[in-house]
């Protein structure tokens, strides 16, 4: 157990619907990660909030936000679904600002099926 | 065009064989390289490397850097049932948008009884 909580674990919806995924770090860790993971595309980085406060942006759509409330658990909003927006979401948390030269802990993912 | 790449993409292996899981990359300003193992869900932590030549062990897993030559390797020795999963490199580019990591798409191996 990573200390790393995602729920749900799994989330079956319809195109065009908003869902809302969420994340509680580990204790203590002040960032939070999001990624998401499909099968042709391996992980990819979407978004990173540290202590409340967007860090890092990478691949995530306009339909998707994301934000850090001040006791630190996280939450993924997705819009407007698509069909390819079926893919497993991880959160991954991590104590600094810069993962560099520091492991992520990963939750086990919310798997998002949109039909 | 991906940063990370692994190869082979699938290996199937008998338990007690050996196997080497290779990581080439290309990016701006290397931090550090990371292997994760991926069985059902969460990706788990296996090693940080972060310099050439330098060995990082944990029973019978190992892996090794090359900088020069921008690889990584991962071995496996004396392979069991429960090391079948995905095996996920990723590098920590300097140069890159904070907070980025560079996933490879991973190597399925499977490690038949």
């Known amino acids: 157990d990573s200390g790393v909580t995602q729920t749900p674990k799994h989330l079956i919806t319809a195109t065009g619907q908003r869902v809302t995924l969420r994340c509680s770090p580990r204790?203590?860790?002040?960032?939070v990660y999001w990624y998401q993971q499909s099968l042709d595309q391996g992980l990819q980085f979407l978004i990173q909030?540290?202590?409340?406060?967007?860090?890092a942006k990478g691949n995530i759509l306009e339909r998707f936000s994301a934000q850090q409330f001040p006791d630190l658990h996280s939450e993924l909003n997705l819009s407007s679904l698509e069909l390819g927006d079926s893919a497993l979401y991880f959160c991954?948390?991590?104590?600094?600002?810069?993962?560099?030269?520091?492991?992520?802990?990963f939750g086990s993912g919310t798997q998002l099926s949109v039909l | 065009e991906d940063k990370v790449v692994q190869s082979p993409l699938s290996l199937v292996v008998h338990e007690g064989d050996t196997v080497t899981l290779n990581c080439s990359y290309e990016?701006?300003?290397?931090?550090?390289l990371l292997w994760y193992k991926q069985e059902k869900k969460a990706p788990t932590f296996l090693f940080m490397l972060?310099?050439?030549?330098i060995e990082k062990k944990s029973g019978r897993l190992s892996s090794i850097l090359d900088k020069k030559e921008l690889f990584s390797i991962l071995n496996i020795t004396a392979t069991q049932t429960g090391d079948s999963a995905v095996y996920l490199c990723?590098?920590?580019?300097?140069?890159?948008?904070?907070?980025?990591?560079?996933f490879g798409r991973g190597t399925q191996l499977t490690v038949w009884p």
């Open positions: 991954a948390s991590s104590a600094k600002a810069r993962v560099g030269g520091e492991k992520l802990f």
């Open positions: 204790s203590g860790d002040l960032s």
């Open positions: 909030y540290y202590n409340g406060e967007e860090r």
């Open positions: 990016v701006t300003n290397f931090r550090s």
């Open positions: 972060t310099s050439s030549g």
């Open positions: 990723a590098v920590d580019d300097r140069g890159s948008t904070l907070g980025r990591l560079y």
